[in-house]
């Protein structure tokens, strides 16, 4: 049965996407919003002395990616005195974001086996929180859950111990920040090649044209039948 899509040849297609005009400053833009935002400093700036894109703070992506790395490596005490230093406000303003550090730090405590020492700090930093708000007593239930298991794999929530636990709280931690600095918590890049491949998706219900099927080289490839 004779396929009932259009056919488009790598010339004509070509041609059409020739006709589409994209300013190199425009790409110059998201290539560079992509670099602050996910905290690339020295490709930052080698790229903003190459392309000579607008200039940027280098020492607030500094300091933010201080903020993540001490997240990430679960010195938390640390994590908080730091965005306080860069801005006292982003604490104060987002109760969830404190929330979630504090639970971090006690998540911490149980990893290294300070029992009392959680325990303290469960009733007195977060409990008077989970008062306040269901869903925050909710988390420290299932925080303090986990000393009930001495072998923590077994553990229903043995996920709060993972690595991406913390990574899911610096992420968090890194879009607040970005907030406070005007910025776009998320790169526009990724939003953007999430576009493309909707509408290659569904383009491909209509048409055989040459399109992108790896993204990390962006070569047009041939229709196959």
Not at 94 to 102: A, G, I, T
Not at 146 to 170: H, Y
Request: net charge negative.
């Amino acid at each position: 049965m004779a396929s009932s899509k259009k056919l488009i040849s790598r010339e004509e297609w070509e041609k059409r996407l020739n006709n589409v005009k994209i300013r190199k400053e425009d790409t110059n833009k998201l290539v560079m919003n992509f670099l602050v935002t996910e905290g690339y400093v020295e490709a930052a700036e080698k790229f903003r002395m190459e392309s000579g894109t607008h200039h940027i703070d280098l020492a607030t992506i500094t300091d933010r990616m201080a903020v993540k790395k001490a997240v990430q490596c679960g010195n938390v005490e640390d994590a908080i005195e730091k965005i306080n230093d860069l801005n006292p406000e982003i604490l104060d303003t987002n109760p969830q974001l404190f929330f979630q550090l504090q639970q971090q730090r006690l998540i911490e405590l149980i990893r290294n086996g300070k029992v009392e020492e959680a325990l303290e700090f469960a009733q007195e930093e977060l409990a008077p929180r989970g008062e306040e708000n269901q869903s925050f007593l909710e988390e420290l239930e299932r925080t303090i859950s986990l000393l009930v298991f001495e072998d923590t794999s077994n553990c229903p929530v043995g996920e709060l111990l993972d690595i991406s636990q913390r990574l899911k709280t610096a992420t968090e931690v890194n879009a607040a920040v970005l907030t406070s600095q005007s910025h776009e918590k998320d790169p526009k890049l990724p939003s953007l090649l999430k576009m493309l491949i909707w509408a290659q998706n569904q383009l491909d219900k209509k048409a055989a044209y040459p399109c992108i099927n790896d993204l990390s080289n962006a070569r047009l490839e041939d229709p196959t039948f």
